[in-house]
Every structure is written in C-alpha cells, then in structure tokens.
C-alpha cells in the first residue's frame, strides 16, 4: 500500500512538473487538484510547498527584469500575502468534503476563464487599484483550497507582458503565494518535519517532469498542450466537487 502511494504521488509530480516544463505553470494546480482525489486539500497543498518553492524560484530566477517586475507587481504580491495571512486564520482548517468542493470549483472556475473567456487587457493606469484586489481575492482562494491560480493568473496575463516577462512574473508571484501559503499551514500545525522526506520525493519527481516537459515543448503545439491541460482540469474540478457534493 505504501509502495503503490508513493508511486501515485510520484506519478502526480512527474505530470505536474511536465505541465510547468511545457507552459510555464501548473505544476500546484495539477499536484493540489490530484493529490485532492485522494487527501484532503490541506494534507496536499503541505505537500506540495517545497516543490512549488523550488521551481518557481528556479522559474523567477531565469528571466532578466525582477526588479521591473517586483516594482509593478507590489501591490499585487503584498494583496495576495495579506488574503492569504486573513484567509487562513478567517477560514478553518477544514478536513472534510466542503474542501474538495471549494478546490473542484476554483479549478472548473480557472479551466473555464482558459477555455472560453476572451483574451483580457488591463489599462495600466488601473493597476494601482485592481492588483491588490486580485492579490487579495487570490490569497483567500489559496487559503481555502491550495491553489493559487484564481484570479491571479488571468490578471497577469492580461497586463500585457513580453513572454520571458510574464513566465518570470507568474514566477515571482507563485513563489510569494508559495511562503504565504506555508506560513498559514504552520500556523494551523499542518506543515510538520516528518514530511520532510516525501517533500523532497516529490521534489524531485518534479525536476524530472519538467525536464520532460521542456523537451515535450519543443515537439508540440502549445496551444494544443494548453486546450488538453485546460479540459483536464476542467474534469477533474467537476469530479472533486461533484463527487464531495454527493458524499456530503
């Protein structure tokens, strides 16, 4: 049983890092959403920090304008730590189905904007007022569920940045909403020492998957890749919250 666990969970980080390897994010969507069929999403999003951090530093680190960056992103980042500190303390740790549901609809809400929303653009002169509230909005989803995609994503992609500059921003964003998420897990007593040893199973499951998926990029159609990952997703929202709805 153990043995068949840890080849699911490997499995689950090969697949989450070729995601992040082919388009530049997913990898705690993917792992979160999965690892939610099978533990609860609080169990999972502790799981899934380390592997997070690391590739997402990797991913920050990678492109030449942080500090460009980091000055436009401010508010944005400061939002999304402080829905995400309230957020945790706001909203119980909650072990039972209400988790997965509140998981399954962020990812059928996220598959939907990938899906069918047309493409976004946000004046520049709105941004003052806007990225903190998305920061916010996005720091009490991850709260709630681990995944800290919505609305934050959307909003990133629709500011207009070149591609290094976007890969490098959603990288700098998933790092900050990374620790935040780790500082409210330690708070509730849910990120213990003895995960140490999966973490960095995961960890690496993960490297090997976004080795793989930097090759895939080079050999397929992204936007065939990203319409494939958003149906996905789309299903497996629809199975963790229609699924926990009828258990309830």
């Not at 829905?83 to 509140?102: F, K």
């Not at 609809?105 to 002169?125: C, D, E, M, S, T």
């Not at 990225?131 to 800290?148: D, R």
């Amino acid at each position: 049983m153990i043995s068949w666990s840890l080849l699911q969970i490997g499995a689950i980080f090969i697949l989450g890092g070729a995601v992040k390897g082919v388009i530049g994010l997913g990898l705690p969507t993917v792992a979160v959403g999965l690892l939610g069929a099978v533990m609860t999403p609080v169990q999972a999003a502790a799981l899934v920090i380390v592997p997070s951090f690391v590739t997402n530093v990797w991913q920050l680190l990678a492109g030449p304008g942080f500090i460009a960056l980091a000055r436009r992103l401010w508010l944005l980042l400061v939002g999304l730590c402080v829905g995400t500190l309230a957020g945790g303390w706001w909203v119980p740790v909650d072990n039972s189905g209400r988790a997965r549901i509140a998981l399954g609809i962020a990812l059928l809400f996220y598959a939907a904007i990938g899906l069918f929303a047309p493409r976004l653009a946000v004046p520049r002169r709105a941004e003052w007022w806007l990225s903190p509230i998305v920061g916010v909005l996005t720091g009490i989803v991850t709260a709630m569920t681990g995944v800290f995609v919505v609305p934050m994503v959307p909003y990133i992609q629709a500011l207009g940045l070149q591609r290094d500059d976007l890969v490098q921003a959603l990288g700098l964003s998933f790092t900050v909403a990374t620790v935040a998420l780790a500082v409210v897990l330690v708070a509730n007593d849910q990120l213990h020492f003895s995960l140490a040893g999966l973490s960095v199973y995961a960890l690496a499951a993960s490297l090997v998957g976004m080795a793989v998926g930097q090759v895939v990029r080079k050999r397929i159609d992204p936007k065939t890749f990203r319409l494939c990952f958003f149906i996905g997703m789309m299903l497996l929202g629809a199975h963790l919250a229609f699924g926990s709805l009828l258990k309830l």
